[in-house]
């Protein structure tokens, strides 16, 4: 079990969960300048929407060196792995929500953030391979700055820029959520490394 | 291993960056459509898109490289040949993408000069740095990593120094926003400092893929990218917000005549229209007693007393007769940046008094100033010639200096 848990990285998880928790509920709020097309010019996205890309990398880097060995292991290995993308989203969220009590409202919707890029990832892993599942979380991030414009268009995709208190932007981040764990309770993080794209060997 | 653009993911990436680019640069708004600089520096904005997208594709490529094992077969070609063929199609794609992006700004046919055309080497300098640099990355790192990090840390680069002060950090990007009005140009300061700052990344991912220890490794990249932040920052460090300088003198064009007409060439076509409303109003300003200068010119800079305005293509007699009238009036002076300056209050009055002495229709001179400024140069109006010079000559001296403070009839 112990060398299972190193191998799904969970140190460094558990280190990009406080790192991610401190920067977000001191930084969060800041804006980053973005080029977006539907604002003509520049949009500003908040830390708290690029900060969390980093917990959805970590978390996905362990799924991307599981052996194919692993299909033929006698334990519930696929619940385990979903276990493990459950946990970092909880916790996260867990310390997202502490931090938000104590008075730093950017903390939660960076939790939030990070929990549906976990999601996200790992759906885009099951299908086209580790590199393209941790891609698709920072794709999303760069496509809602450029297609949003900062009110009403596009407004679907900017749901990780809505503050904590969004029932539309927890519901989305929820479904990602739910979908990842689902797809990897079903089949587990040696089909993530597994599916790898086409094309990917030189 | 051929050259194969078509089996390269960049392939597939190319028409998505290229629409990208094609909308974001339609959205955004720049200087003048007919000065090709502003153009061009307005197109080579598309790094803000194309550079973290290459990004992300180089990195893609030096994992599949370094996932292959292809270092630890038996060499038929230098690396350096490997590395140039698996990038070529990601410099191809970003190379698409930005000539559709330039291209497209040239649609207006713009004005161009041979020199405007240095603005170029800057995305591309930035492109092929960002590419170079997520190579090595993607060869070093796991592509898990390397992949998503290339994309934000380029994107993070390149836009987010313009929220951040002192202001000339954001010239070190190339990302070249506020570029130009048609009476600048780009600093030769704000070209120099990218093209270091990418010959650093360069020298950092040369020293990343170089066959020497860890630490070695890490030490000399680390070096290497803040040499080149240092020298980029040496070389706009007390640059203002705009990358820009004054256009030179030089490249005004004039016309002779009872008043000296020098119009950016741009503006060629305006030379007479110019010349013939600030002849009439000169005529009608000098029968009240207020001088003009003998040269009337859009150059910002230079010696001798002139008549400095600013116009644009096909400006309506009226909108002439303004500019001609705010010419006239003394810029902003310098201790107006830093403490009090009761002289502007006089500003609009002064222009809606010699608005009404040049003869611009009293609905336009309601765009010179509020309905206070004109009730205050009624009152003027009603003060003999000599005590309405006197007024003109008081507020003049206020624009000019922060100390005087103005003379407004209606006002306390």
Same mark, same amino acid.
């Given at each position: 079990?112990?060398?299972?848990?190193?191998?799904?990285?969970?140190?460094?998880?558990?280190?990009?969960i406080?790192?991610?928790?401190g920067?977000?509920?001191?930084?969060?709020?800041?804006?980053?300048?973005?080029?977006?097309?539907?604002?003509?010019?520049?949009?500003?996205?908040?830390?708290?929407v690029?900060?969390?890309? %980093?917990?959805?990398?970590v978390?996905?880097?362990?799924?991307?060196?599981?052996?194919?060995?692993?299909?033929?292991?006698?334990?519930?290995?696929?619940?385990?792995?979903?276990g493990?993308? %459950?946990?970092?989203?909880?916790?996260?969220?867990?310390?997202?929500?502490?931090?938000?009590?104590?008075?730093?409202p950017?903390?939660?919707?960076?939790?939030?953030?990070?929990?549906?890029?976990?999601?996200?990832?790992?759906?885009? %892993?099951?299908?086209?391979?580790?590199?393209?599942?941790?891609?698709?979380?920072?794709a999303?991030?760069?496509?809602?700055?450029?297609?949003?414009?900062?009110?009403?268009?596009?407004?679907?995709?900017?749901?990780?820029?809505?503050?904590?208190?969004?029932?539309?932007?927890?519901?989305?981040?929820a479904?990602?959520?739910?979908?990842?764990?689902?797809?990897? %309770?079903?089949?587990?993080?040696?089909?993530?490394?597994?599916?790898e794209?086409r094309?990917?060997?030189? | 291993?051929?050259?194969?653009f078509?089996?390269?993911?960049?392939?597939?990436?190319?028409?998505?960056?290229?629409?990208?680019?094609?909308?974001?640069?339609a959205?955004? @708004?720049?200087?003048p459509?007919?000065?090709?600089?502003?153009?061009?520096?307005?197109?080579? &904005?598309?790094?803000?898109?194309?550079?973290?997208?290459?990004?992300?594709?180089?990195?893609?490529?030096?994992?599949?490289?370094?996932?292959?094992?292809?270092?630890?077969?038996?060499?038929?070609?230098?690396?350096?040949?490997?590395?140039?063929?698996?990038l070529?199609?990601?410099?191809?794609?970003?190379l698409?993408?930005?000539?559709?992006?330039?291209?497209?700004?040239?649609?207006?046919?713009?004005?161009?000069?041979?020199?405007?055309?240095?603005?170029? #080497?800057?995305?591309?300098?930035?492109?092929g740095?960002?590419?170079?640099?997520?190579? =090595?990355?993607?060869r070093?790192?796991?592509?898990?990593?390397?992949?998503p990090?290339?994309?934000?840390?380029?994107?993070?680069? /390149?836009?987010?120094?313009? =929220?951040l002060?002192?202001?000339?950090?954001?010239?070190?990007?190339?990302?070249?926003?506020?570029?130009c009005? !048609?009476?600048?140009?780009l600093?030769?300061?704000?070209?120099?400092?990218?093209?270091?700052?990418?010959?650093?990344?360069?020298?950092?991912?040369? !020293?990343?893929?170089a066959?020497?220890?860890t630490?070695?490794r890490?030490?000399?990249?680390?070096?290497? #990218?803040?040499?080149?932040? @240092?020298?980029?920052?040496?070389?706009?460090?007390?640059?203002?917000?705009?990358?820009?300088?004054?256009?030179?003198?030089?490249?005004?064009?004039?016309?002779?005549?009872?008043?000296?007409?020098?119009?950016?060439?741009?503006?060629r076509?305006?030379?007479? +229209?110019?010349?013939?409303?600030?002849?009439?109003?000169?005529? +009608?300003?000098?029968? /009240?007693?207020?001088a003009t200068?003998?040269?009337v010119?859009?150059?910002?800079?230079?010696?001798?007393?002139?008549?400095?305005?600013?116009?644009?293509?096909?400006l309506?007699?009226?909108?002439?007769?303004?500019?001609?009238?705010?010419?006239?009036?003394?810029?902003?002076?310098?201790?107006?940046? &830093?403490?009090?300056?009761?002289?502007? @209050?006089?500003?609009?009055?002064?222009?809606?008094?010699?608005?009404?002495? @040049?003869? #611009?229709?009293?609905?336009?001179?309601?765009?010179?100033?509020?309905?206070?400024?004109?009730?205050?140069?009624r009152? #003027?109006?009603?003060?003999?010639?000599?005590?309405?010079?006197?007024?003109?000559?008081?507020?003049?001296?206020?624009?000019?200096?922060?100390? /005087?403070?103005?003379?407004?009839?209606?006002?306390?």
């Amino acid at each position: 079990m112990t060398w299972w848990l190193r191998s799904r990285g969970a140190t460094a998880i558990a280190a990009v969960i406080a790192l991610q928790t401190g920067v977000c509920s001191l930084l969060g709020g800041v804006l980053v300048p973005s080029p977006s097309l539907a604002a003509g010019g520049m949009l500003s996205v908040p830390l708290r929407v690029i900060a969390p890309l %980093a917990l959805s990398t970590v978390t996905l880097l362990a799924f991307a060196h599981v052996m194919q060995l692993e299909r033929a292991a006698v334990r519930r290995l696929t619940l385990m792995d979903a276990g493990v993308l %459950a946990v970092a989203a909880l916790v996260s969220l867990l310390l997202g929500s502490l931090a938000y009590a104590v008075d730093f409202p950017d903390a939660l919707p960076a939790a939030r953030n990070a929990a549906a890029y976990i999601g996200l990832g790992a759906s885009a %892993a099951l299908v086209a391979g580790p590199t393209v599942g941790a891609a698709t979380p920072a794709a999303y991030v760069i496509l809602a700055a450029l297609l949003s414009d900062g009110r009403g268009d596009a407004a679907w995709l900017r749901w990780s820029m809505e503050p904590a208190a969004s029932k539309s932007a927890a519901a989305i981040a929820a479904t990602l959520m739910l979908i990842g764990l689902a797809g990897t %309770a079903r089949f587990g993080g040696a089909r993530m490394s597994a599916a790898e794209p086409r094309g990917s060997a030189a | 291993m051929r050259f194969d653009f078509f089996r390269s993911p960049s392939s597939v990436a190319t028409a998505p960056l290229a629409f990208l680019t094609f909308f974001f640069l339609a959205g955004s @708004a720049g200087g003048p459509a007919y000065y090709g600089l502003s153009q061009l520096a307005q197109g080579a &904005t598309a790094v803000a898109i194309v550079a973290p997208f290459s990004a992300g594709l180089a990195a893609w490529e030096g994992a599949r490289l370094r996932r292959a094992g292809i270092w630890q077969l038996a060499a038929t070609r230098s690396e350096a040949r490997i590395v140039i063929r698996a990038l070529a199609p990601t410099a191809l794609a970003a190379l698409i993408a930005l000539t559709l992006g330039v291209g497209s700004m040239m649609v207006t046919l713009p004005r161009l000069q041979a020199s405007d055309l240095l603005v170029l #080497v800057v995305p591309v300098a930035v492109v092929g740095g960002h590419i170079v640099l997520a190579h =090595a990355a993607g060869r070093r790192l796991p592509a898990v990593i390397a992949v998503p990090s290339a994309v934000v840390i380029s994107w993070l680069w /390149i836009a987010y120094p313009i =929220a951040l002060e002192p202001l000339w950090l954001r010239h070190m990007t190339g990302f070249l926003t506020d570029c130009c009005d !048609i009476a600048t140009v780009l600093d030769p300061a704000a070209i120099l400092a990218p093209l270091i700052v990418s010959a650093g990344a360069v020298a950092a991912a040369a !020293i990343l893929l170089a066959p020497i220890s860890t630490l070695r490794r890490r030490l000399g990249a680390a070096f290497a #990218v803040a040499l080149g932040l @240092a020298g980029g920052a040496a070389t706009v460090s007390g640059m203002g917000a705009a990358p820009t300088t004054a256009r030179p003198d030089s490249d005004v064009v004039c016309r002779a005549g009872e008043l000296h007409v020098c119009l950016w060439p741009e503006h060629r076509g305006e030379l007479s +229209r110019v010349q013939q409303e600030a002849v009439g109003l000169r005529e +009608r300003l000098e029968e /009240i007693g207020v001088a003009t200068a003998a040269v009337v010119t859009e150059a910002r800079s230079g010696d001798g007393e002139r008549w400095v305005i600013g116009i644009s293509r096909g400006l309506t007699r009226v909108e002439i007769l303004g500019s001609l009238i705010y010419g006239l009036l003394p810029p902003h002076p310098r201790c107006a940046e &830093t403490g009090p300056y009761p002289g502007y @209050a006089a500003f609009a009055p002064v222009a809606v008094w010699l608005g009404e002495h @040049a003869g #611009v229709p009293t609905d336009t001179l309601r765009s010179f100033g509020s309905d206070e400024d004109l009730r205050e140069v009624r009152a #003027v109006q009603r003060l003999k010639r000599s005590k309405q010079l006197d007024w003109y000559q008081t507020n003049l001296r206020a624009l000019r200096n922060c100390a /005087i403070p103005p003379r407004l009839l209606t006002r306390t």
